[in-house]
Structure formats: structure tokens, C-alpha cells
């Protein structure tokens, strides 16, 4: 692993932030009792605030869910600047071995820019209940011809997964970890596999808030890092263009700003790596501002939007193009609401006599196949 060189940690009014527009933000994300786990806003490179929820922690591997498919998308970038693939590849043609027959002319048409674009001739993903997925993916009869409509299929992002190790000969994340992970320092990455030790392309990776906030960076920064280009040149712009309308879909993630190359357009001509729950990667080119956030939303359709909404309420407003004065007492205030962030917890009679019940208490798991002991 190579050396990790610190983000370099600022007063929020050194990069021309008002701190009491984080303070705002706290404030906003405790009214709305979002279960927030951590945020980072990073401006010109510079962390102006993170704050960790107790009991998270900075240290803390979180599961990104659907932001591993931006760090796939990466990757795939990265394989085209080594002339490994390209967009326009049809993706049957790497698993002959796989079909159960003659191939379904939509499939046979089906390109690796599709599987990007979430164009496939899927209407959803496919059966992943079965130990070969990219079988499934290639057989399950298609529903329409490919680059048609836009259509959240997570298989799709898998078999990107599977045509990169099956061209390098190794996983995804050895892939990433020389090209990508080790030059902007990003530490230790936990990345699932499937049954047939595919990385999870669409929902496997486990990292600290930290590192979300560096391949953010990395794309503000049009995929250059330290004077060395990680992705190939013009890449970050090709892959967060709009390629689709996201009208048809029920995950409404700021409204329907389209959809890239595994990122999601956002306002303001912004756009971002989302996963579940809330586990986002804003990157807002004109701010030269990253904002980043883990969470557990208890309403999944609805509580990652309200993560955005509140950005724009509050962090979006108090970037200022102008250089700012120190204001003391809001940093000070702005300090101890970080000290003292905690989890949000539910309201109600019920839920505190549970948590006086089990508070201090270590729970015991019986066998199970997390190989989970206690908590």
C-alpha cells in the first residue's frame, strides 16, 4: 500500500465557507431526524468540516452499497486508457462459454456502454440467486433492445465487474488497487464477491468516509492526482454526462437529473456516486466542492433526497465566491456541535425503555453464517 499523504484539515472561512452554514446543516439533518452517520465537505482539495455520529467512527469501514458502481465505472475507464476494452464491445462476446444457446439478437447487440449507461435489455436486474450471476444476466430473455430506456440493473454493473477480471486475470479491487486506491491514498477497501469470486460491482465496497471524500476529489480534479493522472484524459467528462433520462424510475434522486456512466446527475450541474440508505459523493464542479455522507435513512425512497435537500438548504448557500473573515464564536459553536454529534435515535416510549434495557449490555448471537459472535 503506498503512502498515505493527510488531507490537509481548515477553518471552514479559509476556503470561503461560512461555518455557521454547517452549523445549519447539523441543525437541518437533526430536524428532519435523518439518521446521518457521518458527513465530509471538502473545498479547493481542504477539509473544512467532517463530523462522525457516535458510536461511528472516522476509522470506520462503512458499506457504500451503489457507490461501488462509480468506482467500477472508474475502472472500466481506466481499461479503455490501457486499450483493454472499449464502449462499444459486445458484451456476449466475452462469455461464449456461458450461453445456453444461440444468443437472443438484443443481447448480441448489448455493449459495454450500455451496462454503463443502465441501458441493458433488462427491465431490473436479474436472479442472483444462483451461483453464476453473469449466466443469468446473458440468458434471462430480454425485454427490449439495449440503449433504449433507462432502467436500474444492478446485474448489468456486475458483468462490467466480470469482463475486467476476465481480461486482467484478476479482481476488480487487485485492479484498483495499484492504479487507483494506493495513488490518492485511499486505505483499506473491503470489496464482496459473488459466488463465482466476482467483485460485487454494484453494491460491494466497504470503506472509510474519508476515502469517499478522496475519489471525489479525484474527479473534481478531472481524474489527476498530485500531478499524476489516475483516469484517462476527458473520462470524468464523458462518464458524468447525461446519457439517460431517469423519468421511468422510482429511485428520484434530486428530482430526475439523468443518469451517466454509473454516477447520477444532481443540481446545479452537479453530480454524484449514490448507494442505499444514504451513502452519497456530491461533486459540484463550480464550487470546486465535495460532499459526502453515510447513513441509514429510515425511509429509503425519500431519506437520501432529504441528505441533498438539506445540502442545498444549507452547505450549497454558504460557499461564497469571496474571501471570507474568521467569525470566532461561529467556529467555536460550530467545534462543539461536531464534539457532540450522536446517532439519532427514535421517538417514543417504547424504543427509550428498550434502550435503557439493553444500554451497557453485550448481546449474544447464536451460529450464524455472518460468523457474528456478539455485539
Known sequence: MGVR??????????VSIYSKGIIDFIETIKEK?????????LRYGKVAAEGYYKPFLETQLHQAFSVSKSVTSAAIGIAIGEGLLSLEDPVAEYFPEKLSGEVHPYTGMMRI????????????STNTQTNDWIASFLNTMPSHPPGTSFAYDTTGTHALCAILQKVT??????????????????????????????????????CTTEDMARFGQLYLQKGVWEGSRILPEGWVELSTSKYKDTNNTKILLDGTQGYGYQFWRTRYDSYCA???????????????AVFVSTANTMNYRDGQQQILDSLWETLYPAMSS???????????????????????????????????????KRIHFDHNPFEFDAC
Open 33 to 41: 431526524r435523518i439518521h446521518l452517520h457521518s458527513f465530509a465537505l
Open 169 to 206: 486475470g484478476m479482481t476488480v479491487h487487485d485492479y484498483l488497487r495499484t492504479r487507483l486506491f494506493d495513488p490518492i491514498g485511499m486505505g483499506e477497501i473491503e470489496w464482496e464477491s459473488c459466488p463465482m469470486g466476482i467483485n460485487k460491482g454494484g453494491s460491494g465496497i466497504k
Open 274 to 288: 449514490f448507494g442505499a440508505g444514504g451513502q452519497l459523493i456530491v461533486v459540484i464542479p463550480h464550487k470546486e
Open 322 to 360: 469571496e474571501a471570507l473573515p474568521e467569525e470566532e464564536n461561529c467556529y467555536v459553536e460550530l467545534q462543539g456541535q461536531l464534539n457532540l454529534l450522536s446517532l439519532t435515535m427514535p421517538i417514543g416510549e417504547k424504543y427509550s425503555s428498550i434502550a435503557e434495557h439493553l444500554h451497557g
Open 5 to 14: 499523504i493527510e488531507l490537509e484539515r481548515v477553518r471552514p472561512e479559509r
Open 113 to 124: 456502454k450500455h451496462l454503463l449507461e443502465m441501458a441493458t435489455v433488462h427491465s431490473k
